[in-house]
């Protein structure tokens, strides 16, 4: 594999990519103590990644298709809206 064609392979999968970019993000200010505030930016991350699978086309979806379009945006849709109740709901560690 030529390094042209590995970049050309890597950027096709820029909706997975941009949805996992912010739930890292997420991760590094959990892990910096805010556990609220990285809670939701995890929760903002799966969330996109449900809107991006929503309205880019399977053609075009990368690794964010799994299964159908309706299955997979409403497992996130479901895992994005639980993850954000759970940051809302749940106290911080003291």
Do not use: E
Request: glycine content about 8%; charged content about 10%.
């Amino acid at each position: 594999m030529t390094p042209a064609s590995w970049f050309r392979a890597v950027f096709r999968q820029w909706p997975f990519l941009a949805a996992l970019s912010i739930v890292v993000a997420g991760v590094i200010v959990v892990a910096n103590d805010h556990f609220k505030r990285g809670t939701v930016i995890i929760a903002a991350g799966i969330c996109a990644a449900a809107f991006l699978r929503l309205v880019i086309p399977n053609s075009r979806a990368g690794l964010l298709l799994v299964r159908s379009r309706f299955l997979d945006v409403l497992t996130l849709a479901f895992l994005g809206g639980g993850t954000l109740i759970a940051a809302l709901i749940v106290p911080p560690p003291s």
